[in-house]
């Protein structure tokens, strides 16, 4: 063999596919793989689909897709990516696929993931002393579960041979990225246009619309309310520390949110905390009580009752009612018969 470098033969990317994982960002990031190659006018880039048995896999959308190999064939890649989606949480881990990864790692070969997979690394230990990202449904869970990982809200990251990305366009952004790194931006740019995607993104482009778009309210002072609330979940401030923080009385204050929100500072901030402490429940397994003491609740008499409120279920029983949901859905008991699709390598 020739003594000539991964970058001048190709590269090879492994696509290890997991229950419900995203197509959306599946596809963003394998379809511009396949323009790249026929604008180089060669297939510099060879990717293979995995799954942990060797069977299809169905994505969140419902379609199945067939792959080429099991993980156990998984041996050398120069990529290797974790494709997941929804309720990453409730995947069992692995060992095989984890040694696979260590593995991968030890060799310094790249390895990473789209969409949600970055929570998948971080139980194999992978993502310590390294940048990650996530997609912002799970950003707060994947900080409270490891606090020792350095978990950014951009839309992707990549930190020496680990790339993660938030899921969604992100992945497109993400492999344009990498593509530009290989063989230069022009490239790059060529194949967004081939794809009809004008504005390419750097990692540290927010994931989601500003607090004005989400909300539809231009008033400075609101905004700047709400964004120190998100700020405060664990330790809240009172109504008057919150004016004070906005240069306003707490009687303008409220006359504010009434306006708007038909509600009072207090009640808007109750709603956001209590709309977190779901997320965590749904999405970690920490005991109540952690996920009350999260989300700025003394007890969890005061969480359940505050809960009880608003969801009409004790945090308890929103746990138990979603793993039985999730339990139900993965079983295959309800869901629609999937769609049948081959992803060929």
């Keep these: 063999m020739s003594g000539r470098t991964h970058e001048e033969t190709g590269q090879t990317i492994a696509f290890v596919l997991l229950d419900r994982f995203s197509m959306n960002a599946f596809a963003s990031v ?8 026929r604008l180089l006018g060669r297939e510099y880039y060879a990717w293979t689909t995995y799954s942990l048995d060797g069977n299809s896999v169905i994505a969140s959308n419902g379609c199945e897709v067939a792959v080429k190999k099991s993980i156990r064939e998984l041996h050398d890649a120069d990529i290797t990516l974790l494709c997941t989606g929804i309720d990453v949480e409730r ?87 990498l593509i530009a790194i290989q063989h230069g931006a022009y490239l790059a740019h060529e194949v967004a246009e081939v794809a009809l995607y004008q504005n390419m993104r750097s990692g540290e482009s927010a994931q989601r619309h500003d607090i004005e778009a989400r909300t539809g309210i231009s008033n400075a002072k609101i905004l700047d309310a709400i964004r120190i609330m998100d700020l405060h979940i664990e330790d809240p ?20 949110f009434r306006r708007h929100f038909n509600c009072t500072p207090g009640q808007y901030y109750l709603r956001l905390r209590l709309e977190t402490a779901r997320d965590l429940l749904r999405r970690t397994s920490r005991p ?14 005061h969480f359940t009752k505050c809960y009880r409120e608003r969801f009409l279920c004790t945090p308890t029983e929103e746990r138990q009612s979603y793993q039985w949901a999730n339990t139900k859905s993965t079983s295959g008991v309800g869901t629609a018969t999937p769609m049948r699709l081959v992803a060929k390598s």
């Design 237 to 256: 401030l009172s109504c008057q520390q919150l004016a004070m923080t906005v240069n306003l009385s707490p009687r303008q204050l409220e006359r504010l």
């Design 91 to 177: 995947l069992p881990l692995n060992p095989d696929l984890g040694n696979k990864l260590r593995r991968l790692n030890a060799m310094g070969r790249t390895f990473g993931a789209i969409c949600t997979g970055a929570y998948l690394l971080a139980r194999y230990n992978l993502l310590d002393g390294r940048r990650c990202t996530i997609h912002w449904e799970n950003l707060r869970s994947l900080r409270e579960e490891f606090p020792d990982v350095e978990v950014t809200s951009d839309i992707f990251a990549i930190d020496r041979n680990c790339i993660t990305c938030a899921g969604g366009m992100a992945s497109l952004d993400m492999i344009l990225r």
């Design 288 to 301: 109540v009580l952690d996920v009350a003491l999260a989300c700025g609740f003394a007890s969890t008499s």
């Design 30 to 37: 394998i379809e511009p793989l396949r323009i790249a190659n």
